[in-house]
């Protein structure tokens, strides 16, 4: 069993950064993929970037590459996205997940955070 706590979010406005950490007990990180996804209100959860256990390859959605970075400390076991170029469509829930067999898509991760709000003013 994993337990995954999300911090970091908050408000800040368009062009800013912020850093979100996820903070994983219960079980060692280092043969899970990790990933962080987000949800939008009256939208469903979208995959945001994902870190894989084995050889520490990494995606990233479209909307975010470039922009966002993610990385781990399996030592610590913590995951975090490092967020710049903060703009208002990034405003959602953010979500971080873990699984032996996880990927980029929702349906692959079955240890879910409770979420941290990000919001992105104009």
């Given at each position: 069993q994993v337990q995954l706590v999300e911090s970091g979010g908050g408000l800040v406005q368009a062009g800013g950064s912020l850093r979100l950490s996820c903070a994983a007990s219960g079980r060692t990180l280092s043969r899970n993929a990790m990933g962080w996804f987000r949800q939008a209100p009256g939208k469903e959860r979208e995959f945001v970037a994902a870190n894989m256990w084995s050889g520490g390859t990494t995606y990233y959605a479209d909307s975010v590459k470039g922009r966002?970075?993610?990385?781990?400390?399996?030592?610590?076991?913590?995951?975090?996205?490092?967020?710049?170029?903060l703009k208002p469509e990034d405003t959602a829930v953010y979500y971080c997940a873990a699984d032996p067999s996880g990927g980029t898509r929702t349906y692959e991760y079955?240890?879910?955070?409770?979420?941290?709000?990000?919001t992105v003013s104009s």
């Open positions: 966002f970075t993610i990385s781990r400390d399996n030592a610590k076991t913590t995951l975090y996205l490092q967020m710049n170029s079955n240890y879910w955070g409770q979420g941290t709000q990000v």
